[in-house]
């Protein structure tokens, strides 16, 4: 069986730092590992008007956004295929379908979407004053629709966060109800969770429990060094660590968390002078060390703050060089979609094609049924 890859994004704005450890970081490294033989990367905007509908220009805009953060982060067009959802109409035909074999229950019980719509604000009544009111149906069906996605490519492998892990079991049993059915048709896919502990969720810079564009709690792949500084200075740590002399508590800081996901022993001796200051110093040589240090008392929010702002910029300088050259040239980042959203076509056709013949509503195709 053929390894295929399908992961996406939704374009409600541009890609920051949770999207990348979640998932994206690790997708250019599979690509460039070779061990799949097709990888998909979805601009999910259909899944994104389902809770945007009142507004298509904030997604129609950010499609490009998107593009341009997969591309400066590392993907490459000639070994990934980078398309637009809603330009793929064999997904929305799959959906339909796909909705037959779910429950209203079942849909009701998923984690995810019950965290997402409390997230949004959506009430649980619709009084038909307000279209916010209540959850609209394209969004409650958001898993189905996922799962057309992923078996749309005959997926076998999905890389994502660790809050996706519902969604992608609600996938799997849409995939065995349909082959129990109609016999064996669909690929059932597996889920690839970053390898990397505090990876899985990305808090915010607020210390919520999600990096979220609503919550404003993001840094963005695409923000300057100044933006960057400055968000890392306002971050969340230890609220009872008043002086540079008290103990300070490493779980639930949200400094402690970003420098696990990205700080790398090298980094001690390159940014070394972080740790150095008018009235205390220090060599450090571990994160461990650090975190003991900060237990202990002595070591303040500013040094580490200053080393993280370091260690995040020298991370993401590279893709703003890459972005402002892609930015010279709009028209062949649509192109590169356009070519993905083509191969794309081409495969789900193939996919429903499959799902048509299962479900014996391959009516012309179907010669017995014709007489031929």
Not at 146 to 155: E, L
Not at 213 to 227: F, P, Q, T, V, W
Not at 256 to 263: I, K, P
Not at 281 to 290: A, C, G, P, Y
């Amino acid at each position: 069986m053929a390894r295929i890859i399908l992961t996406g994004d939704r374009p409600t704005g541009r890609l920051h730092l949770g999207h990348y450890v979640g998932s994206l970081r690790r997708r250019v490294e599979l690509q460039n590992q070779g061990g799949f033989d097709k990888i998909f990367i979805m601009i999910a905007d259909a899944q994104a008007l389902t809770d945007n509908a009142d507004n298509p220009e904030k997604v129609r805009q950010n499609i490009i956004q998107v593009a341009l953060d997969y591309l400066s982060a590392g993907l490459d067009p000639s070994k990934v295929n980078i398309f637009i959802q809603s330009m793929v109409p064999q997904l929305t035909e799959l959906t339909f379908y796909y909705m037959n074999l779910v429950t209203v229950q079942r849909l009701q019980r998923n984690p995810t979407v019950k965290q997402e719509i409390k997230l949004r604000g959506f009430s649980e009544t619709d009084d038909g004053s307000d279209n916010k009111a209540g959850t609209p149906v394209g969004f409650f069906c958001y898993p189905i629709s996922q799962a057309a996605d992923i078996t749309a490519f005959k997926a076998t492998t999905v890389p994502v966060g660790e809050d996706q892990e519902p969604m992608l079991e609600q996938c799997r049993e849409i995939v065995r109800k349909f082959n129990s059915v109609y016999g064996e048709t669909l690929v059932e896919p597996e889920i690839l969770l970053p390898d990397n502990a505090a990876c899985m969720r990305l808090p915010g810079t607020d210390g919520k429990a999600k990096m979220s564009k609503s919550l404003g709690n993001c840094i963005y792949l695409s923000d300057s060094a100044e933006e960057v500084a400055a968000k890392v200075r306002g971050m969340f740590t230890d609220p009872g660590h008043l002086q540079v002399s008290d103990p300070g508590k490493v779980e639930g800081n949200a400094v402690f968390t970003y420098l696990d996901a990205f700080c790398l022993p090298e980094h001690f001796e390159r940014f070394s002078s972080c740790f150095v200051g008018k009235k205390s110093s220090f060599e450090f040589h571990t994160l461990d060390e650090v975190k003991a240090q900060y237990r202990a008392g002595g070591l303040g929010d500013v040094m580490l703050k200053n080393f993280l702002t370091a260690i995040l910029n020298e991370l993401l300088e590279p893709m703003r060089q890459r972005r402002a050259e892609l930015e010279k040239d709009l028209p062949a980042v649509w192109e590169i979609l356009r070519k993905g959203t083509e191969a794309a076509y081409a495969e789900a056709q193939s996919t429903l094609d499959d799902v048509r013949r299962a479900m014996r509503i391959d009516y012309f195709n179907d010669s017995t049924l014709i007489g031929k």
